[in-house]
């Protein structure tokens, strides 16, 4: 069964830098796509970044130039790097794993993990 567990959240200030840590409990390059979502009070969980095993990424349009999603496949890890906060990145931010060769349906969430931007 795969775990996933988010790591990095805490409280910034605007402008500042986190980078969020999803530790991944088997092998990522069995799982077709992993990516970041968050949610915010009130609101939908949206789709922040994706990468997929073969390396193609996509962003939520309100984050692109500031976010950049990474993945270290020896060490089972996928990383959001966000610069340039802004107090509307104010959200839980849950790792997501979807589909392998064997579960193409699988999907799996992580805890989640606050991010908070002051003003």
């Known amino acids: 069964q795969v775990q996933l567990v988010e790591s990095g959240g805490g409280l910034v200030k605007a402008g500042g830098s986190l980078r969020l840590s999803c530790a991944v409990s088997?092998?990522?390059?069995?799982?077709?796509?992993m990516g970041w979502y968050r949610q915010a009070p009130g609101k939908q969980r949206e789709l922040v970044a994706g990468?997929?095993?073969?390396?193609?990424?996509t962003y939520l349009d309100s984050v692109k130039g500031r976010f950049t999603i990474s993945r270290d496949n020896p060490k089972n890890m996928v990383y959001l790097q966000m610069n340039s906060l802004k107090p509307e990145d104010t959200a839980v931010y849950y790792c997501?794993?979807?589909?392998?060769?064997?579960?193409?349906?699988?999907?799996?969430w992580g805890q989640g993990t606050l991010v908070t931007v002051s003003s």
């Open positions: 990468i997929t095993s073969g390396g193609s990424t």
């Open positions: 997501n794993a979807r589909g392998t060769v064997v579960a193409p349906y699988l999907e799996v």
């Open positions: 088997t092998s990522i390059l069995s799982i077709n796509t």
